[in-house]
């Protein structure tokens, strides 16, 4: 599961990743796929019936704790891909809707035309791109946790399974964490495809989660860095702010390709949930 978290393989490719058998292989990821926490699918840019084998869910935990002597709430946010408030990055870039690249390639003014609310892409190389969260039902709230998610990948040239970025992520203008992605991926199209993107392109990213809670902040539920809830101002303002770019010295300057809506993998745009105390 850690593998298809990091990348997607072939059924051949994940048996040779954890030196089993073909039918060991596919003994085992059928009970992955009954249980949703792989996906099988196949592979329409390969030959024959080769299937691709996808994470299915991000994370899953379960809580043995005792029961909360307190009751709480939980506001849900869909943030759309083009309806970030600021930004701030360098070419190459490019923003694609429905109907294929907005404009031209290479132009961050594009990113500025009011056709950016229906990207279902959009990709840039350096800088960052932010958005606002309506704060006003969690405001004066004793905030439990911040829990935000999307599906992105690098950024090169048409596409590199291989092509490393750091990705680094902020909260209110507080760094919380970053996350390493290992590719920009084409080998297959999406499972929400725009019609006639070409074959060659940036196809789908990896759905990661980051949570920060009193204990600390967690990506795709493994601990990651000590910065907390209580850190973020949450409950002092209207808006809380969500940026996510590359750092100018990061390690791997490998730009960001984030998925909305009806692109990618998972269908869907960034999700923000913020549990908050009520009593």
């Given at each position: ?103 031209m390639h290479d132009n961050p003014d594009v990113f500025r035309t009011p056709e950016r609310f229906t990207a279902t892409l959009l990709a840039f ?43 680094t992520f902020w909260i209110n203008g507080r760094e919380v964490c970053t996350y390493r992605s290992l590719g920009d991926y084409g080998d297959r ?75 990618g993998d998972t269908d869907q745009d960034i999700i923000v949930q913020v549990c908050y105390k009520t009593n």
């Amino acid at each position: 599961l850690r593998l298809i978290g990091e990348n997607s393989y072939s059924v051949l490719g994940l048996s040779e990743a954890l030196n089993l058998s073909m039918s060991t292989t596919v003994f085992h990821l059928k009970f992955l796929k009954e249980a949703n926490l792989v996906k099988v699918l196949p592979s329409p840019n390969k030959r024959g019936n080769e299937k691709v084998v996808t994470q299915g869910i991000a994370s899953a935990l379960i809580d043995f704790k005792a029961a909360i002597p307190y009751t709480s709430s939980e506001f849900v946010y869909n943030v759309p891909i083009g309806s970030y408030t600021d930004f701030d990055i360098k070419a190459p870039c490019g923003l694609v809707n429905e109907n294929g690249l907005v404009y031209m390639h290479d132009n961050p003014d594009v990113f500025r035309t009011p056709e950016r609310f229906t990207a279902t892409l959009l990709a840039f190389t350096r800088g960052y791109i932010e958005y606002s969260v309506p704060a006003f039902e969690y405001r004066n709230k004793q905030i439990l946790s911040f829990t935000f998610s999307a599906e992105l990948c690098s950024e090169c040239p048409n596409y590199n399974n291989s092509w490393k970025s750091d990705i680094t992520f902020w909260i209110n203008g507080r760094e919380v964490c970053t996350y390493r992605s290992l590719g920009d991926y084409g080998d297959r199209r999406g499972r929400f495809p725009i019609p006639h993107w070409p074959a060659n392109s940036t196809q789908y990213g990896m759905l990661k989660k980051v949570r920060i809670d009193e204990t600390g902040t967690y990506l795709d539920e493994k601990r990651v860095s000590d910065v907390t809830v209580g850190m973020l101002d949450l409950n002092r303002a209207d808006l809380t702010t969500l940026r996510i770019g590359i750092k100018e010295n990061a390690h791997y300057v490998g730009g960001i390709n984030l998925f909305g809506k009806n692109n990618g993998d998972t269908d869907q745009d960034i999700i923000v949930q913020v549990c908050y105390k009520t009593n």
